[in-house]
C-alpha cells in the first residue's frame, strides 16, 4: 500500500507535497521578489536553499513560500514525471 501523498524532492534533503503545490516560478522578476518579502513578514516563507542562491520559488495552496536552490525548470520536471508516473499507475489500476 502506497502513501496518499507523493513528496517532490526540492534539494539538500528536503521534499514538498506535490498535490499541494500550485505553481513553480522564476524568482528573479519583481513581483515575485516582492511576493517573497510580503511572505517572509508573514511568517509564510520557508528557505530551503541551503545557504545557496534561490533559484526557484514554489507556491502552495497553504499560501506557503517555499525557496529552493534547485533550477525551476528541474523542480518542474520533477514534478512532471512524478504526476505523469502518478497517472500511469491510477491508470493500470
Known amino acids: 500500500m ?5 513528496l517532490l524532492n526540492i534539494g539538500f534533503g528536503n521534499f514538498v507535497v506535490a498535490n499541494r503545490i500550485i505553481a513553480i516560478v522564476n524568482p528573479n522578476s519583481a513581483p515575485m ?10 511568517k509564510h516563507l520557508i528557505d530551503a536553499t541551503q545557504g545557496r542562491k534561490t ?12 525557496l529552493s536552490a534547485i533550477q525551476t525548470e528541474t523542480v518542474a520536471q520533477r514534478f512532471m514525471s512524478d ?7 491510477d491508470a493500470e489500476e
Open 33 to 42: 521578489k516582492r511576493l517573497k518579502e510580503e511572505s517572509k513578514e508573514a
Open 2 to 6: 502506497g502513501t496518499p501523498f507523493k
Open 83 to 89: 504526476t505523469l508516473e502518478k497517472l500511469e499507475k
Open 55 to 66: 533559484r526557484s520559488i514554489i507556491i502552495t495552496d497553504s499560501n506557503h513560500v517555499i
